[in-house]
């Protein structure tokens, strides 16, 4: 069984531009989240999808930060204009309704200049 | 809101040896799940041990076992024999069962790991 894919692995880019990652779940799951993780710290949950609808989004800084997850499969989250402080690694994990664990991406690392 | 505190920022074992690493955390809630998540080098979140607090008998997983103590909200874990790929920065976490949760993981800050040959 394939794990949760992310893409892509590192990303570099100056402030005040936008980038993307992409994430494609376990099969099957029909949960997924996007975490943020700032060096040295633990992932913080930024948004949490049930198929094609995002249930939490409390944490996510809605000026810059969209998201979505059309078809309930694949999710892009999104950040325009990026800013310095937004240099983290960005996780991606997905779970099933069945059970309550959940696998995580490799992660995008984000490095913004 | 619920919180997940892990004290020890930097922990070393030697080879073969075994260590524990710190874990407390502060929830309302009576019914919930706790982690411990290795995350090595290469970013992958590994899912090492899990505990289910209705659950009284302490989680094992071959050479992992935790001390789930909930009256005093604490989760230790032990790594026994440790070994050189054991090293990693590993992360406690919580996840409420309620229903006004929305599944979401909350980590403590993560105690990295050395395992010296």
């Known amino acids: 069984e394939a794990g949760v894919v992310q893409s892509p692995r590192y990303k570099i880019i100056e402030k005040k531009q936008p980038v993307a990652f992409w994430c494609n779940p376990i099969s099957g799951h029909n949960t997924l989240y996007w975490y943020r993780q700032n060096l040295g710290q633990g992932p913080e949950l930024l948004i949490r999808?049930?198929?094609?609808?995002?249930?939490?989004d409390s944490q996510l800084p809605k000026d810059r930060f969209s998201a979505e997850r059309l078809k309930g499969v694949d999710s892009t989250l999104k950040i325009q204009p990026a800013e310095l402080g937004d240099s983290a690694v960005y996780l991606c994990?997905?779970?099933?309704?069945?059970?309550?664990?959940?696998?995580f991406g490799p992660g995008t690392r984000l490095t913004v200049t | 809101a619920q919180t997940v505190t892990q004290s020890q920022p930097e922990m070393s074992v030697q080879e073969a040896e075994t260590v524990t690493l710190s874990c407390t955390y502060d929830?309302?809630?009576?019914?919930?799940?706790l982690f411990w998540y290795k995350q090595p080098p290469s970013r992958q979140m590994i899912l090492v041990i899990r505990q289910e607090a209705y659950k009284q008998q302490n989680a094992t997983e071959n050479r992992f076992s935790v001390n789930f103590q909930k009256a005093a909200k604490s989760f230790s874990l032990k790594i026994s024999d440790s070994q050189l790929g054991d090293a990693a920065m590993y992360f406690c976490a919580y996840q409420g069962k309620g229903s006004g949760n929305t599944g979401k993981l909350i980590f403590g800050q993560g105690t990295t790991l050395q395992v010296k040959p």
């Open positions: 999808y049930e198929n094609e609808e995002a249930v939490d």
């Open positions: 994990s997905s779970s099933s309704f069945q059970t309550y664990e959940q696998y």
């Open positions: 929830t309302s809630e009576s019914d919930y799940y």
